[in-house]
Every structure is written in C-alpha cells, then in structure tokens.
Nanobody
Framework: QVQLVESGGGLVQAGGSLRLSCTASGRTISSVAMGWFRQAPGKEREFVSAISWGGTTTYYAHSVKGRFTISRDNAKNAVYLQMNSLKPEDTAVYCC????????????????WGQGTQVTVAS
C-alpha cells in the first residue's frame, strides 16, 4: 500500500508562486500515473493536473493551464506541482493521488489520497 504526503503549501500573495511536493512511501509510484486535485471550502474536489508514469504526457485543468506545471522524479518517488501566477481562486487544499487506470482527469479513477496541503492566495 502506498502512502502519499503532500507538502509545500502556504500563504502567498496573488501573482506569487509555490511548489507542491507529493512524496510516496510504501511502494514505488514509478509505474503509475499520478494526479493533483484541489478542494476549496464549500466546493467539490476538482481536477488540477495529471502526469503519466513516464512523465511524457500531462493533463491540466483549463483554469490552471499555462500557470501550473506538473512533473515527477521517479528516482525520488515524488511528484511536483509548480504553481505560478497564483490567483485568489486557487485557494484550496491540494491533494495528490494514484491513478488506477493511467493518466486521466476522472476523480473516481484515483486512490491512495494524501491528506493534502493548504494553499492560500491573498489578494
């Protein structure tokens, strides 16, 4: 069973940047696609980004495309989300998860959710 731990969240001014990390333990994630989702207060969890097992294919939500970059380091058993030009509407808890069916935007394809890291963007 893989355990995921997110880190790197915090409070940042609009226009700023943060880099989130998702570190896995228990087993390797090098052969699975990974995804980032976020949930703002009072809203449903939404897809942010996903990356294939080899890192060659990436997906982004329309709202973050061009501002966020997903990457992975399989040697470190980790996935990252570089977030630039942050907006107040990016405020949410960000979680990473393992995909059970390859790279996908579909929430119910993901498992082994981490606890999440809070990102707050002040205007």
């Amino acid at each position: 069973q893989v355990q995921l731990v997110e880190s790197g969240g915090g409070l940042v001014q609009a226009g700023g940047s943060l880099r989130l990390s998702c570190t896995a333990s228990g087993r390797t994630i090098s052969s699975v696609a990974m995804g980032w989702f976020r949930q703002a207060p009072g809203k449903e969890r939404e897809f942010v980004s996903a990356i294939s097992w080899g890192g060659t294919t990436t997906y982004y939500a329309h709202s973050v495309k061009g501002r966020f970059t997903i990457s992975r380091d399989n040697a470190k058993n980790a996935v990252y989300l570089q977030m630039n030009s942050l907006k107040p509407e990016d405020t949410a808890v960000y979680c990473c998860a393992v995909s059970t069916r390859g790279i996908t935007r579909t929430y119910n394809a993901y498992t082994n959710w981490g606890q999440g890291t809070q990102v707050t963007v002040a205007s």
